[in-house]
């Protein structure tokens, strides 16, 4: 089996979402916890931003014992000095540097050439290479950068001494399909790939970022940048723990990670709590809702056996069992599951007679809970004599 290394980016690109800005402390803890989880990369910050993210970056960079610890810059010197220096304390340093490649951010951002493009990627990762071993070079907006240009400036970073590319689909306008052609493009077309691991950058502007870094590893990329719960700019990037669990769940892909995914639930709402970003009740993998069952026939298949209706086991990913939630749409099996639950067994006439008040009970309220079980069951004992 191959291995898809994790490259997590919540404590940079994730906190650029607005309202989540996190203190050193809070940054600390999550670093922590990363780490403990198994990625293989921390993307600490942009050191060159402000003295706070600095210092961060520095304090994580002391506290991380397996994961590579990395900074990003611009293509600027002075961004490399300062993530060199913030990032001396690393058991692992990474500097990650680059610059816009799409006609857009060449013409309007840059305002400048092509070849002045490929001169600024070759310059950034020599110096960045004069710091640390391990430089990875992104390519802004590759997603919609022409695949023959893209080549060129990958193949110039190579040249120069990077050990990671990393093709970002900056805007999240591919497709799944283009996005896998772009990565098998340029494992065909880069001078020196055989020598570097290929990255997936996706984001979610039109809800495809997981679909695309799937896409990008099946097609020979070997790591993939992402955040815990699919926070980040704009409307998110890709999401660690969907694309953890798709890898380990598809084994024909042949694919794996190095994550603990029985911690992802823990994660989730520590990063979710420290952002102050309540994570969607219908979020993949770790959203109340994610084993949450209401509907009478999935109720009925899940009491039966779990894989009717779930392809995860929720303790997998930390989630203690599934939920059987009483909705005026519960059949009778959901209803005496969750009453023996609390120490009732019903005959099958009083069954009949209970779920009868049981539904009209639950059409006047959105969920049933155990109380309100308890009040059904007294109110038909009482209503047709059931000796219960």
């Known amino acids: 089996m191959d291995y898809v290394e994790i490259f997590d980016t919540t404590l940079r690109d994730g906190e650029q979402v607005p309202g989540c800005k996190l203190n050193t402390g809070q940054k600390l803890r999550i670093a922590e916890q990363l780490d403990t989880l198994g990625v293989d990369v921390i993307e600490a910050g942009f050191p060159v931003s402000s003295p706070g993210d600095f210092q961060s970056v520095t304090e994580i960079a002391k506290l991380v014992k397996n994961a590579t610890v990395c900074g990003l810059t611009r293509a600027v010197e002075k961004d490399i000095e300062v993530a060199a220096e913030a990032l001396k304390y690393a058991k692992r340093p990474r500097i990650h540097t680059g610059i816009g490649t799409s006609e857009s951010h060449i013409k309007y951002k840059f305002n400048t050439t092509p070849d002045k493009i490929l001169e600024r990627a070759f310059q950034a990762v020599s110096y960045a290479k004069s710091f640390v071993e391990d430089v990875e070079f992104y390519a802004e907006d590759a997603g919609r950068t022409d695949n023959e240009f893209l080549a060129k400036v990958c193949s110039v970073a190579v040249k120069a001494g990077a050990t990671v590319l990393n093709i970002p689909d900056t805007t999240g306008y591919c497709l799944p399909d283009e996005y896998g052609a772009k990565i098998k493009y340029l494992k065909e077309h880069v001078e020196g790939i055989d020598k570097v691991r290929l990255s997936c950058h996706c984001h979610n502007d039109l809800g ?88 009478g026939i999935h109720q009925d298949g899940v009491i039966k056996n779990r894989e009717t209706y779930e392809i995860i086991n929720p303790a997998d990913v930390g989630v203690n069992e599934s939920s059987i939630i009483l909705t005026a749409r519960s059949g009778r099996s959901a209803l005496a599951y969750r009453a023996k639950n609390i120490g009732y067994e019903f005959t099958k006439l009083d069954l009949d007679i209970i779920y009868s008040e049981f539904i009209n009970f639950a059409d006047t309220c959105k969920v049933v809970d155990d109380n309100h079980i308890h009040h059904i069951v007294e109110l038909s004992k009482n209503k047709f004599q059931l000796s219960i």
Request: hydrophobic fraction near 45%; glycine fraction near 8%; include cysteine.
């Open 208 to 295: 495809l970022a997981t679909a695309n870094a799937i896409a990008g590893v099946i097609n020979g990329a070997r790591q993939i940048e992402c955040t815990v719960n699919g926070i980040g700019e704009r409307a998110g990037n890709t999401s660690l723990e969907e694309v953890v669990m798709i890898l380990r769940q598809h084994p024909k892909l042949n694919l794996n990670t190095h994550i603990d995914t029985k911690r992802l639930l823990s994660i989730s709402k520590m990063v979710a709590e420290e952002m102050g970003m309540i994570v969607q009740a219908n979020k993949a993998i770790v959203g109340e809702n994610a084993f949450a069952h209401s509907s």
